[in-house]
């Protein structure tokens, strides 16, 4: 059973581009999380997505930010406009189901650079 | 609002020594998860062990084990026999029992091993 995937492992853009992260979660989870780690920090929750849901954005920055997660294929988090301030690793996570004791997988990362 | 405090921003430890590593946190509610996770250089997020607050006894995994103090909210880490592939950040959390409560994180400790 493969693991969280995310993709690309690293991305590198210039401001003002966007940038389009994703996340396939693990077979037969269809929760998905969206975590930011700024440098020498711990992550901070950003979106929570049910297939084809938002259930919880109360971590997302109100502007340029947005996330989906189609019936079909992967999570996508994007960043519209991306300023130097957006450097981080984005970290996805999934899990089976929604309880607070069920455990998070979590992928890779996706470390993106904004020069 | 939760929140994770973790004091210690860097530990070292001999090799086969033990070490201890402090996470305290504030929440109004009675029952929730804590849980430890490992971030290698490798950046990946690994679960290394959880604790449910309704439990009194204190989670253990081979190596690994917390002493929980509710009252005190307090969760550190135990790591016994420390080894080399031990070296990593540790990051402590907290999730609420209810609703579609996201991680919430400690800033982490990195823990270095000395041979």
């Known amino acids: 059973n493969a693991g969280v995937m995310q993709n690309p492992r690293h991305l590198v853009r210039r401001r003002g581009q966007e940038a389009r992260l994703r996340c396939s979660p693990m077979?037969?989870?269809?929760?998905v999380y969206w975590y930011r780690q700024l440098p020498e920090e711990g992550l901070k929750f950003m979106v929570y997505l049910q297939k084809e849901n938002i259930i919880d954005e109360s971590g997302m920055p109100k502007e340029r930010f947005s996330a989906e997660f189609p019936k079909e294929g992967p999570s996508i988090l994007r960043i519209q406009q991306v300023v130097r301030g957006d450097s981080a690793a984005y970290f996805c996570?999934?899990?089976?189901?929604?309880?607070?004791?069920?455990?998070?997988?979590f992928g890779p990362g996706t470390r993106l650079l904004v020069l | 609002a939760q929140t994770v405090t973790q004091s210690q921003p860097e530990m070292s430890v001999q090799e086969a020594e033990t070490v201890t590593l402090s996470c305290t946190y504030d929440t109004s509610e009675s029952d929730y998860y804590l849980f430890w996770y490992k971030q290698p250089p490798s950046r990946q997020m690994i679960l290394v062990i959880r604790q449910e607050a309704y439990k009194q006894q204190n989670a253990t995994e081979n190596r690994f084990s917390v002493n929980f103090q509710k009252a005190a909210k307090s969760f550190s880490l135990k790591i016994s026999d420390s080894q080399l592939g031990d070296a990593a950040m540790y990051f402590c959390?907290?999730?609420?029992?209810?609703?579609?409560?996201?991680?919430?994180f400690g800033k982490g400790t990195r823990l270095s091993v000395i041979a």
């Open positions: 959390a907290y999730r609420g029992l209810w609703g579609n409560t996201p991680l919430v």
């Open positions: 077979k037969g989870h269809s929760h």
């Open positions: 996570a999934s899990s089976p189901n929604s309880g607070a004791g069920e455990t998070q997988y």
